[in-house]
Nanobody, 124 residues
Framework: QVRLVESGGGLVQAGDSLSLSCAVS????????LGWFRQAAGKEREYVAA????????SYADSVKGRFTISRENAKNTVYLQMNSLKPEDTASYYC?????????????????WGQGTQVTVSS
């Protein structure tokens, strides 16, 4: 059973940066595509970013493109999300996820394993 544990959330001001980490255990992380989703209060969960098994392909939601960077270190079984120029609308719980399939990765139904989430709050 693959387990994902996020860390790094917190309260920051608009324009600040924050880095999230997600530790993968219970499986070989290098087998899995990894991604980040977020869910704001009262809203549906939405796609943020994804990275392929070897890191050769990355994808971003339009709302974060140019501000967020996803990366991974397979040797450390960890995926990261570097968030720069944060905006109040980035406030949400952020979840990392893992899947064997690089198909329809923008849909949360594609992802097989999920972390418990970490809260990011951006004040104006």
């Amino acid at each position: 059973q693959v387990r994902l544990v996020e860390s790094g959330g917190g309260l920051v001001q608009a324009g600040d940066s924050l880095s999230l980490s997600c530790a993968v255990s219970g499986g070989t992380s290098s087998w899995y595509n990894l991604g980040w989703f977020r869910q704001a209060a009262g809203k549906e969960r939405e796609y943020v970013a994804a990275i392929s098994v070897n890191g050769g392909r990355t994808s971003y939601a339009d709302s974060v493109k140019g501000r967020f960077t996803i990366s991974r270190e397979n040797a450390k079984n960890t995926v990261y999300l570097q968030m720069n120029s944060l905006k109040p609308e980035d406030t949400a719980s952020y979840y990392c996820a893992a899947t064997l399939n690089w198909v329809s990765y923008r849909s949360d139904s594609t992802w097989d394993y999920w972390g418990q989430g970490t809260q990011v709050t951006v004040s104006s």
